[in-house]
C-alpha cells in the first residue's frame, strides 16, 4: 500500500477528502429508495428495481483469476501424462485445494449479495469511480452504501478514490484541494 494511502485519514486528508464529498454526494435518499425496491416486485411501473443494481452481486473474478494462474503452474510440474490432476503427487493435491477454493469463490459470487446500508444520490461522475471500485450503483447515479455510522470521508472506498485523482496530501494535484 502507498504510503499515501495509509496517512489517508490524516487530517489534511480528511479536509481534502471532505471537500470531494462535498462537491460529489448531494443528499440521502435511503427512504425512497428502500421504498421503491420493495415495491419493485409488486409494481412493474417501478422506476427501478434490484436488477438495476450494478455490482449487486459479489465479485470475486480477480482473486479466481489468480488462483488459476497458479493451477496451470502446477499443471506444468505435475509429471502424469494425463493431465487430470489427480496422480496424488503434490502438485495435484496442491491443484485440488486451490480448486476447492475456486468452486467456493463461485458459489460466493452466485449467492452472496452485497448489502447497503445507505443511498445517497451522488454525481455520475463520482458515480463511475464508485461503480469500478466495486460499490453498488442504482439507475446511474444513486450509490447503495454499505458501510455507516461514520462520516462517508472516512470510507476507504472515498480514499481510494482520492488517490486514483492523486489529490491526497503531497500528490501532485493536492495543492489545488488542500485551501
Ligand atoms: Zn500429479
Not at 409494481?43 to 483469476?65: K, L
Request: include cysteine; proline fraction near 1%.
Amino acid at each position: 500500500m502507498s504510503n499515501y494511502l495509509q496517512e489517508g485519514n490524516s487530517g489534511a486528508n480528511q479536509t481534502i477528502k471532505g471537500k470531494l464529498i462535498e462537491r460529489e454526494v448531494f443528499c440521502n435518499v435511503s427512504t425512497e429508495v428502500e421504498y421503491i425496491l420493495r415495491k419493485a416486485y409488486e409494481d412493474t411501473n417501478a422506476p427501478y428495481s434490484y436488477d438495476d443494481v450494478e455490482n449487486f452481486y459479489i465479485d470475486n473474478s480477480d482473486e479466481i483469476a489468480e488462483l488459476e494462474g497458479k493451477q496451470d503452474e502446477l499443471v506444468l510440474l505435475c509429471t502424469d501424462e494425463s493431465n487430470d490432476m489427480d496422480c496424488g503427487c503434490d502438485y495435484c493435491m496442491r491443484y485440488q485445494s486451490l480448486q476447492s477454493q475456486i468452486d467456493d469463490l463461485e458459489v460466493e459470487e452466485e449467492e452472496e449479495q452485497q448489502e447497503w446500508y445507505e443511498a445517497w444520490k451522488v454525481s455520475t461522475w463520482f458515480a463511475d469511480r464508485l461503480k469500478a471500485r466495486g460499490e453498488m450503483i442504482l439507475d446511474g447515479d444513486i450509490w447503495l452504501r454499505g458501510t455507516c455510522g461514520q462520516a462517508i470521508l472516512l470510507d476507504y472506498v472515498v480514499t481510494q478514490i482520492a488517490h486514483d485523482m492523486e489529490i491526497l496530501d503531497g500528490m501532485k494535484n493536492s495543492k489545488f484541494w488542500r485551501a
